[in-house]
């Protein structure tokens, strides 16, 4: 439904930032709910954080909070994850991602995401 490529990454020492960014493509990105996914080496891909259509409702996993920002510009068509503080375990690939256009509910279910960026790696040294 709607396209999506994720820029930003890169590698960072502990303690540094990083700001991810996720161009979406399409007429309607201001309907769309979006996220940040990771997933590590070895593991399974974990939800980061999310984002309302209008940019005023958030939610983080607990391991990122007060850490990491998650924003939007609708008139340029971009999310953004604002990376803090970052940490070894920060380790991952990093994907943006959006649920149906159908999800009313807040936050949306981690099944109802099906539209995917390639991801941007992120590498955190000690």
């Known amino acids: 439904q709607v396209q999506l490529v994720e820029s930003g990454g890169g590698l960072v020492q502990a303690g540094g930032s990083l700001r991810l960014s996720c161009a979406a493509s399409?007429?309607?990105?201001?309907?769309?709910?979006m996220a940040w996914f990771r997933q590590a080496p070895g593991k399974e891909r974990e939800f980061v954080a999310a984002?309302?259509?209008?940019?005023?409702?958030?939610t983080y996993t607990d391991s990122v909070k007060g850490r990491f920002t998650i924003s939007r510009d609708n008139a340029k068509n971009t999310v953004y994850l604002q990376m803090n503080s970052l940490k070894p375990e920060d380790t991952a690939v990093y994907y943006c991602?959006?649920?149906?256009?159908?999800?009313?509910?807040?936050?949306?279910?981690?099944?109802?995401?099906?539209?995917w960026g390639q991801g941007t790696q992120v590498t955190v040294s000690s």
């Open positions: 991602a959006a649920p149906n256009l159908k999800v009313t509910t807040w936050p949306p279910p981690l099944r109802a995401y099906d539209s």
């Open positions: 399409g007429r309607t990105f201001s309907s769309n709910i």
């Open positions: 984002i309302s259509r209008a940019g005023i409702r958030t």
